[in-house]
């Protein structure tokens, strides 16, 4: 009973350099989010997939990509880190857009 | 622009005794509210939710109370427990726009035993 899983589970980066974050889930859900958390900012939506097939931008969406590959899965890329990417990040799921998700453990990243 | 706050970033309270997380929003248009809890080195975890027809939702130890003319919610959590100690978000939606959850910054709550 996975739920979502995310991998790596920690990263150290140069600025400039690439890498995707993989998420996948096993609950069937439709919707599926990249959030960064930060301190004393909360969780900012980064990119959402509301269904299978669609994508679209969330508050934070500067400097990264998204690809939902398929129903289960969502991966988020840097193309060229920065230091300001240096964060927290959490996938999550829900059956639909407006119901509660369900959280990874979260990517700790570090942009050096 | 902060449409959902969370005023308090700490709190601690005694063991046994009630906490009292507060959370404020801006945006009329949120009709559900959600409340989080979140260790370290773990992704938040659904605690309670309730909806804008509602001013009152119980489930055991965790009652979540709304107030929409103060665009208030507070998690009343009775009695507190040492492992209740963690940081709660509060998050909302509005279920008939395409607004996605929005968080508050959270308040980490200390459960002293």
């Known amino acids: 009973n996975a739920g979502v899983t995310q991998t790596p589970k920690f990263q150290v980066l140069k600025t400039g350099q690439s890498m995707t974050l993989q998420c996948a889930q096993d609950?069937?859900?439709?919707?599926m989010y990249w959030y960064r958390q930060d301190p004393g900012m909360g969780l900012r939506l980064i990119y959402y997939?509301?269904?299978?097939?669609?994508?679209d931008k969330g508050e934070v969406p500067n400097g990264y990509n998204v690809s939902r590959l398929n129903k289960r899965e969502f991966s988020l890329r840097l193309e060229s880190a920065a230091p300001s990417q240096t964060s927290v990040y959490f996938c999550?799921?829900?059956?639909?857009?407006?119901?509660?998700?369900?959280f990874g453990q979260g990517t700790r990243l570090t942009v050096v | 622009d902060q449409q959902v706050k969370q005023n308090s970033p700490s709190l601690s309270v005694q063991e046994g005794r009630i906490s009292i997380l507060n959370c404020d929003y801006t945006?009329?248009?949120?009709?559900?509210f959600l409340w989080y809890k979140k260790y370290p080195a773990e992704g938040p975890t659904f605690l309670i939710s309730?909806?804008?027809?509602?001013d009152k939702n119980e489930d055991g130890r965790f009652t979540v109370f709304l107030n929409k003319s103060a665009k208030h919610l507070s998690l009343h959590i009775v009695p507190s427990q040492p492992g209740d100690s963690a940081v709660y978000f509060c998050?909302?939606?509005?279920?008939?726009?395409?607004?996605?959850?929005?968080f508050g910054s959270g308040t980490q709550l200390t459960v002293l035993p």
């Open positions: 609950m069937n859900h439709n919707s």
């Open positions: 309730i909806s804008s027809i509602k």
């Open positions: 945006n009329s248009m949120f009709d559900y």
């Open positions: 999550a799921s829900s059956e639909w857009r407006n119901t509660e998700a369900f």
């Open positions: 997939s509301a269904s299978e097939g669609t994508t």
């Open positions: 998050a909302a939606l509005s279920t008939v726009s395409a607004r996605q959850l929005t």
